[in-house]
């Protein structure tokens, strides 16, 4: 699974960084490079900027974090220097007796929320505004062999209020925008949050997403090249 996924975050670095240039070139620039590269850099040719580094910055595929719920003092964002990160309450400290994970911040929330360990305000102002909670789930067909993709309302409708995706991010009609796992891993569509502020695609929370099984009857789809070859 690492493997493949690895192969996959190649993949989109480089064909968003220098689509002109081999693989070999291409591949440390897209893990490495902290400051945008213009493909003129690269390439000799007219200046435009391309935001490589943005997008690796919030991917976590690309480097394994040791601790994903150290300490503030310890935790490389917040500095060390100045006496007040000390007061902040450790997550560790926080996340104390809610279901766990295997990803992300190893917390499930939305287990805890079921279970009624979490009240998260829905309205910063009101503390009686009742979320509008939707239960309406949308499957989406994937092409590859992988299971189908289950976008859940309820879970998202419980936290976050329909604004906070549609139409910005999602026309609300079914199957009426595209969504790859390019996208995702870029911060894109459901990459928005998955990876930021909520579970981010990891080897063990594929399944979370991926989550309907394909029909008994599924067949990998024949691309043009296979069905036209005049050898088969
Ligand atoms: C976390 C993001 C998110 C939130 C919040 C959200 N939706 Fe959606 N909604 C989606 C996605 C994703 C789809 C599927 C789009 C697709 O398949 O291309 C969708 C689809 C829909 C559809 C189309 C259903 C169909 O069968 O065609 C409607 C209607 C809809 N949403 C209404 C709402 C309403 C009302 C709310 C608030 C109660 C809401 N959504 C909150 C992401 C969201
Ligand atoms: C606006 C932010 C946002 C967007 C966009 C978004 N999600 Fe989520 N998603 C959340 C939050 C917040 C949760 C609940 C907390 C958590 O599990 O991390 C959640 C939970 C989920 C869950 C529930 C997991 C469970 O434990 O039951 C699934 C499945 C999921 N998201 C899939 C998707 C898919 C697929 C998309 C894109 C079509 C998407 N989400 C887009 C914020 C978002
Ligand atoms: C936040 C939800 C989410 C998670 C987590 C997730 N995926 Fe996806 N994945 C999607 C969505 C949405 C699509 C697009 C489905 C479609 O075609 O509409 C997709 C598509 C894919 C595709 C088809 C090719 C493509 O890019 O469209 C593959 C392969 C895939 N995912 C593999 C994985 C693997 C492996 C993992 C775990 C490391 C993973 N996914 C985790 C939501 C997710």
Redesign the pocket.
């Known amino acids: 699974m690492r493997n493949i996924l690895i192969g996959i975050t190649a993949a989109v670095s480089l064909s968003v960084i220098v689509p002109a240039v081999n693989a070999e070139e291409a591949a440390p620039l897209s893990l490495a490079a902290t400051t945008p590269i213009t493909s003129a850099e690269v390439t000799g040719s007219v200046p435009q900027k391309l935001n490589v580094s943005k997008a690796n910055v919030f991917n976590r595929l690309l480097k394994k974090i040791k601790d994903p719920n150290a300490a503030p003092p310890d935790d490389g964002i917040h500095d060390r220097a100045n006496d007040a990160v000390f007061a902040l309450q450790p997550p560790k400290v926080a996340y104390e007796g809610l279901p766990t994970t295997t990803f992300g911040n190893h917390v499930d929330w939305v287990k805890a929320l079921d279970d009624g360990l979490l009240n998260p305000r829905y309205d910063r102002v009101d503390p009686d505004v009742e979320p509008?909670?939707?239960d309406?789930d949308?499957v989406?067909p994937v092409k590859a062999s992988v299971p189908d993709v289950v976008?859940p309302?309820k879970p998202?409708?419980q936290w976050?209020?329909?604004?906070?995706?549609?139409p910005k991010?999602?026309?609300?009609?079914?199957?009426?925008?595209?969504?790859s796992m390019s996208a995702i891993i870029l911060g894109q569509?459901?990459g928005v949050?998955h990876g930021k502020v909520s579970f981010p695609p990891e080897t063990t929370s594929c399944k979370k997403c991926h989550s309907k099984p394909k029909p008994a009857d599924w067949k990998p789809p024949l691309s043009q090249a296979t069905v036209k070859n005049p050898w088969r």
Request: glycine share 0%.
């Open positions: 509008f909670i939707m309406l949308i989406r976008f309302h998202h409708t976050l209020h329909c604004s906070n995706c549609h991010i999602f026309i609300p009609q079914r199957l009426a925008n595209t969504i569509k459901c949050c």
